[in-house]
């Protein structure tokens, strides 16, 4: 029921008092975006102005905007690189934040294939803890009685390793969920989840995965949401389901955990909770035993109100199997974060995938933009763009997201392009629209064009014994498998058709290829399973010219054209699919291990 709060907020009516104080705050803060943005920017150049980064570029104590944006350069995390590494490597005087820094949060993407390593304080988690309590609130004004139910959500730790200097290398979510914020936090009735922290944080994924399908099984009745962090997290507890309903099903039945479960505090969990119930196993196999599993979502957990993922940028993707599995339920998308800085939320969390929009929440960081022109290749050192503050983007424009935080970093490139579409009060409102240069990604992997070059060069070297070359290539992330995979498309051109290159050394092309990858893809396929084997399809002599004919045949430039290096139009793909000659997948898995190397 709607509380009558003098903190009421023209969001909506709150639900009780705790969310009116929560909606209130996001009314106060976005309504003096740019004040917030000041005083932000004050503070961490206050606080930060002795360390070397800032003594370096002679900011002699001032915390402008004006002579902040004069003196500071633009950079990239390879600009970064030398100090990230000189704290890695055990340095803990001031160099970038004044605040210790307490551990890296590790991100995908450097241009050596290895994860980013981005620098934390303590304090960031107060940080993220208030933009996650601020989801709640907003959701309620949508979807009302969440209180009286669970949330089934399918939370994962990853593995973690310390650099050389002894501080914790690992995930931000990961960070977030073995922090006291996260295993102490108070009991809320509006965020309660059937996932117990033994199983959240069992750090064997086979066990976490079972422990919480189980738990979600048993208190199917009580679940009303159901969600992952990614759109393909979901998909793969589906999938997860699908192979081990018989299983779950006698441990239901019987009563008895599945001896796998051998993590002594999620089986003493377990023991306390599962007791023999014929009655629900029974429905649950009758359900999972049947050969169409269109809605199974919703006909397991019969009371769900949506899903709770984010399906924006590549994981739009996902958007039609989601639709499938779940029967057509809504779709939320709640927030807008990264390992470098949590961003915002969505203030209309129930609207289509393709409406939704995150509202910058102006007391996360110093936001700047700069303004994408598409025919623009980068700019040059010695003329930088002039960036646009947070108040001052226009609406239909897209920007590249620049942030300045209180951990340590300047003026910082993270990557992101995002369209205005609108404003809530003085902040505005993004669409996500890419991550800039990647070109596939099934779940937190990001591969770019150079990457899946310098992969297809060193998997072609194994072809040269046969008088063979890749004469043209182009890619798409088949997400129509569960866990999705990698498919390359080749065009082959051999000198001697009788000594063509066989199954075995063309599945050896594939695996070549995996081991190319970033260190993020490999761990993917080696300990999160969360994407399939890479498969190569090899097409007929011609298809590319095909492909460049039917491009010229849409309006493209002959002069101008070039062979697009990843694909997904359908008539593009249904032609490339239709010339396949042959289709070879990687025999094993690439190597991979937690260490840095």
């Known amino acids: 029921m709607a509380v009558d709060s003098p903190l009421s907020s023209q969001l909506g009516p709150p639900v009780c008092e705790r969310d009116a104080k929560a909606l209130h705050f996001i009314e106060e803060t976005t309504s ?135 501080l914790l290398a690992r995930p931000v979510l990961t960070s977030y969920y073995k922090s006291d914020h996260f295993k102490t936090r108070p009991y809320d009735p509006y965020n309660v989840y059937t996932s117990p922290n033994e199983a959240i944080l069992c750090p064997d994924s086979f066990q976490s995965m079972y422990a919480q399908m189980l738990c979600g099984l048993l208190q199917r009745q009580q679940v009303l949401r159901v969600g992952a962090v990614f759109a393909s997290g979901l998909l793969r507890a589906i999938r997860f389901l699908q192979l081990n309903w018989p299983q779950l099903t006698q441990d239901i039945e019987t009563g ?62 996902y958007i039609p199997t989601l639709d499938y599995y779940s029967g057509g339920l809504p779709l939320a998308c709640t927030m807008y974060a990264s390992s470098e800085c949590y961003f915002g939320l969505n203030l209309n969390p129930m609207c289509k995938p393709s409406q939704v929009s995150y509202t910058i929440m102006p007391n996360m960081a110093y936001f700047e933009f700069l303004p994408r022109d598409p025919n623009s290749f980068g700019f040059p050192r010695d003329s930088p763009p002039k960036l646009v503050d947070l108040v001052d983007v226009e609406v239909g424009k897209e920007y590249e997201l620049v942030i300045t935080t209180y951990a340590g970093l300047y003026r910082y490139r993270v990557g992101d392009i995002l369209r205005v579409t609108g404003f809530h009060n003085s902040a505005p409102q993004f669409h996500f629209v890419r991550r800039k240069n990647v070109l596939l990604s099934i779940d937190s992997d990001k591969t770019d064009e150079a990457e899946l070059q310098k992969a297809v060069e060193n998997a072609s070297r194994l072809l040269r014994e046969f008088n063979t070359r890749v004469v043209e290539y182009t890619s798409y992330a088949d997400t129509r498998t569960i866990p999705g995979h990698y498919v390359i498309y080749w065009e082959l051109l051999g000198k001697d058709s009788a000594n063509s290159p066989t199954d075995e050394v063309l599945k050896q092309c594939c695996l070549a290829m995996e081991e190319s990858l970033n260190s993020v893809y490999r761990q993917g396929r080696v300990a999160d399973n969360s994407i399939g084997p890479l498969e190569i399809r090899v097409v007929k002599n011609g298809t590319f010219e095909e492909l460049m004919d039917y491009a010229i045949s849409r309006g493209a430039s002959i002069n101008q054209y070039k062979v697009p290096r990843c694909v997904n139009f359908t008539p593009i793909m249904e032609l490339l699919d239709y010339r396949v000659v042959s289709s070879h997948f990687s025999p094993a898995s690439p190597h991979w291990t937690p260490e840095r190397r």
Not at 61 to 67: C, K, L, P, S, W
Not at 130 to 152: C, D
Not at 291 to 315: C, F, H, P, S
């Open 32 to 166: 003096h975006a740019d004040s917030v943005q000041d005083r932000v920017l004050t503070e961490i150049l206050t606080r930060n102005s002795q360390t070397e980064y800032l003594t370096r570029f002679k900011l002699n104590g001032a915390t402008d905007r004006e002579t902040f944006k004069s003196k500071l350069p633009i950079i990239t995390y390879e600009d970064l690189q030398p100090e990230i590494h000189r704290i890695a490597n055990g340095d803990r005087s001031a160099i970038l934040s004044a605040h210790p820094i307490s551990e890296f949060l590790t991100s995908s993407g450097t241009s050596a294939g290895e994860r980013k390593l981005m620098p934390t304080i303590k304090e960031e988690l107060d940080r993220r803890r208030l933009l996650y309590s601020l989801l709640m609130p907003v959701m309620n004004l949508y979807v009302p009685g969440l209180e009286r139910g669970k949330g089934l959500y399918f939370l994962f730790v990853k593995s973690e390793t310390r650099t050389p200097g002894g």
């Open 256 to 317: 008895a955990l599945n001896p796998k479960l051998t993590d002594p505090s999620l089986r003493e969990y377990m023991d306390k909770i599962l007791k023999p119930n014929p009655e629900l196993a029974e429905y649950v196999r009758h359900e999972c035993s049947k050969d169409n599993w269109e809605g199974i979502i919703a006909r397991i957990w019969q009371n769900t109100k949506y899903l709770d993922v984010i399906v924006t940028g590549a994981m739009a993707q």
